[in-house]
């Protein structure tokens, strides 16, 4: 079983994508990761996001860079958003999640076009979303206990750059597949967002 988790960032998809997993036994793949590896890479190498040839070249990254913290950071989210525009940089990727996806006994996969483009298949498709307000207070909430000080309005203005660019990209932007099932969390808790994704992948499978 493939379960698809799309959405825009901080919406939560990837604590339900995780508990997804979880729960159904099945390895998971934080796809954003990989982008912003590249991101991570690109500002490494001292290159330009927005070229498509230093993006490429940052796609050949060492695995070690993904368990590198940094790559939690805002900047390099942004940076990571920005690489993503480019066909290139997801066709480089795009083998690597469709074998994730296809190994037996399925997997769970989250990021903004697992369900459109990575795994069109998948038995389940869950849309993941929430007010851009929500999301950055989340964010917020988030750096806060990271110690890092950042001011709320600022996230929120990261946050709706990212969505726009991640919505209007021409390749593969973040939208809704017609088939996936539409999870506001805005006003859900942790546990209840959790549970709500388990009961549709539930009702789903029938
Ligand atoms: O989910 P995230 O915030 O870690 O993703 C970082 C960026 O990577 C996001 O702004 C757009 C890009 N991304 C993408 O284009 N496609 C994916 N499947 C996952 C992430």
């Known amino acids: 079983m493939i379960i698809a988790v799309d959405g825009p960032t901080a919406s939560g998809k990837g604590t339900i994508a995780k508990a997804l997993a979880a729960h159904f036994g099945l390895p998971h793949l934080d796809t954003g990761l990989l982008y912003r590896a590249v991101g991570r890479q690109v500002q490494l190498d001292g290159g330009d996001p927005d070229s498509p040839a230093d993006a490429l070249a940052a796609c050949a990254f060492g695995d070690a860079l993904l368990e590198d913290e940094i790559l939690r950071s805002e900047e390099v989210g942004g940076f990571a958003s920005r690489v993503s ?4 940089v997801r066709a480089a990727l795009y083998q690597r999640q469709r074998a994730f996806a296809l190994q037996p006994g399925g997997a769970v996969l989250d990021g903004r076009d ?3 483009v990575i795994a069109p298949e998948a038995e389940v498709k869950l849309y993941v979303t929430a007010s851009v307000q929500e999301r950055a207070r989340r964010r917020w909430l988030e750096m806060t206990g990271r110690d890092i000080d ?7 203005r990261d946050i709706v750059a990212r969505d ?6 021409a390749d593969a932007p973040l939208r809704a597949a017609p088939d996936a099932l539409v999870l506001d969390t805005t006003h859900f808790g942790r546990e209840a967002a959790i549970e709500a994704a388990i009961e549709a992948v539930r009702e789903r499978l029938g």
């Open 85 to 88: 525009v480019h066909p290139e």
């Open 114 to 116: 697992i369900g459109t």
């Open 150 to 156: 950042i001011p709320l309005a600022e996230i929120e």
């Open 164 to 169: 726009a660019r991640d919505i209007n990209r």
